[in-house]
């Protein structure tokens, strides 16, 4: 589907890619792969060290837009109609009593985000279902007239309905009787050539988490997004209606009610969000991205995990890339520039992972290594705590409600090993998992003479990030604050204690 060209080939200046990229690294993002292609030409790919071609990278959010291919597949086989109430195809899970709004959403309506209900921001983990389907229907409904306060007409507004996605994920599997990966294999990903690796993980009840969990890597991404840009075409056959995905690609509802305009406030289509020229996008909630520019025929895909800062890492991904990519590209090839190329691909093999701001060296080490602070009770269930430093690497001994546990970290550098919390989710989110544990990577930096700041990235199937700063006294005490930014898990370190020596 894709050969490699330079980026004067194809009217890109590697000087503009540079910038864009330095731009990436100056508002400290956590970028971990960029592909840019134009046509089937890929004219630039970079993985930040330790991600690869070949690491499954978990898209989030922007596993929807792929549901929506799914359920255009359902509709071309007449499988559905999009005007079909979406109830009518969960009956044994649906109350009787449904309201009126909810039960009259159509498949279009989710599609669209405008579902029957007025969406109540918070977590499914919350609920801790058996059965998340089962949950969507009866959220609020064991009173009928609470529903109904809480429920909107169909189709009107745009509001922001995840739990409604992951429902068309689980319809394509009731209408197709496969799982989600084996309906899309034999409709699509076999065609274009989807790594036999990707996955999706899944929710308690054994549908497959459809609204944010597709585990593939950046080319498989890629080849998604360039199929959806052809309007369905894979080597000049039409796979699925090109009427569908224009439809799915195009302003069908608005989604700003300030008025306001910014990268994500075009519209919306089919699980795909609009944005500047014309364009459209995936949108996953860590900066996972597949933007398709049809004008420029170009795609930018973006894999990270900018959860801690989801505003920054989108404006500057997204922007960015029309600003310094887009819009100074040629409709033709471009001159060679021979020292710019080169400059380039000598900065791209300095990009790794980031790491903690701060220095790595302070004179408190000398004065704090390998001593135990005793903690007063605190929400992060921590009892003791010991910093030990060892030139640039350091680890962090804690006992919890575990037992003794320990991050290793590196000063200016990142330790790859695993998180000592054992027990999160693996397959099926929301579902502790004992034994397990996510790959982390670990990093520190004294951020003020006295106060050393750790950061830990989960790069796993799950991507979250913990900050631990530390502040030590000359008086002998501690005070620790924890500041978790991931989805359901990581809750243990969230909080603040403080201590003194032992």
């Given at each position: 589907m894709f050969t490699y060209a330079k980026p004067a080939e194809v009217g890109v200046s590697a000087k503009q890619i540079k910038k864009y990229v330095g731009l990436l690294e100056k508002y400290g993002l956590s970028t971990h792969s960029i592909l840019m292609a134009r046509g089937d030409k890929i004219f630039f790919e970079q993985y930040w060290e330790p991600f690869n071609k070949d690491f499954g990278h978990r898209l989030y959010s922007s596993t929807k837009s792929i549901v929506a291919i799914a359920v255009g597949f359902l509709v071309q086989d007449g499988k559905v109609s999009l005007d079909d109430r979406i109830?009518?195809?969960?009956?044994?899970?649906?109350?009787?009593?449904?309201?009126?709004?909810?039960?009259?959403q159509t498949i279009r309506d989710m599609l669209m985000m405008s579902t029957g209900f007025i969406i109540e921001r918070g977590s499914w983990f919350d609920d801790k279902p058996e059965d998340r389907a089962k949950l969507y229907f009866h959220r609020s409904s064991d009173s009928i007239e609470r529903m109904k306060e809480k429920s909107k007409i169909p189709g009107m507004f745009f509001d922001y309905d995840s739990n409604g996605s992951f429902i068309l994920g689980a319809l394509v599997e009731r209408v197709s009787g496969k799982k989600l990966i084996e309906y899309l294999r034999e409709k699509l990903f076999d065609k274009i050539g989807i790594s036999e690796e990707a996955?999706?993980?899944?929710?308690?009840?054994?549908?497959?988490?459809?609204?944010?969990?597709?585990?593939?890597?950046?080319?498989?991404?890629?080849?998604?997004?360039?199929?959806?840009?052809?309007?369905?075409?894979?080597?000049?056959?039409?796979?699925?209606?090109?009427?569908?995905?224009?439809?799915?690609?195009?302003?069908l509802i608005t989604n700003s009610r300030d008025g306001g305009v910014a990268f994500d406030k075009f519209g919306y289509g089919y699980q795909i969000w609009k944005t500047w020229n014309d364009s459209f996008f995936f949108n996953g909630m860590g900066s996972q991205f597949a933007v398709c520019v049809p004008k420029q025929d170009m795609i930018l895909v973006c894999n990270a995990d900018n959860q801690h800062d989801p505003s920054t890492g989108k404006i500057v991904v997204i922007d960015r890339f029309f600003e310094e990519i887009v819009e100074t590209a040629s409709d033709s090839p471009i001159a060679d520039d021979e020292e710019a190329e080169r400059e380039l691909n000598e900065y791209c093999k300095t990009l790794k992972l980031r790491v903690a701001p701060g220095k790595t060296e302070s004179?408190?080490?000398?004065?704090?290594?390998?001593?135990?602070?005793?903690?007063?009770?605190?929400?992060?269930?921590?009892?003791?705590?010991?910093?030990?430093?060892?030139g640039d690497e350091g680890r962090f001994d804690y006992e919890n409600a575990q037992g003794e546990k320990t991050i290793r970290f590196g000063l200016g550098k990142n330790i790859f090993d695993l998180f000592p919390e054992e027990g999160y989710s693996r397959l099926v989110g929301s579902k502790l998992c004992p034994g397990n544990y996510y790959k982390c990577a670990a990093s520190a930096g004294w951020i003020e003479k006295e106060k050393i700041g750790i950061m830990v990235q989960i790069i796993d199937e799950y991507f979250g990030r913990l900050y631990i700063t530390?502040?030590?006294?000359?008086?002998?005490?501690?005070?620790?604050?924890?500041?978790?930014?991931?989805?359901?898990?990581?809750?243990?370190?969230?909080?603040?204690?403080?201590?003194?020596?032992?």
């Open positions: 109830v009518d195809y969960f009956q044994d899970v649906a109350p009787d009593d449904l309201c009126e709004n909810v039960s009259n996955h999706f993980l899944e929710c308690p009840g054994g549908y497959s988490w459809g609204d944010s969990a597709m585990v593939c890597t950046s080319m498989d991404f890629l080849k998604m997004a360039r199929f959806t840009l052809n309007y369905g075409k894979v080597n000049g056959e039409q796979i699925l209606s090109e009427e569908y995905l224009r439809e799915a690609t195009s302003c004179e408190t080490v000398k004065k704090i290594s390998g001593k135990t602070f005793i903690l007063k009770e605190n929400p992060m269930g921590m009892k003791k705590v010991k910093l030990t430093f060892d530390i502040n030590f006294r000359q008086d002998g005490k501690i005070a620790i604050f924890c500041r978790k930014n991931a989805e359901a898990f990581l809750n243990e370190y969230d909080g603040y204690a403080d201590g003194v020596e032992e």
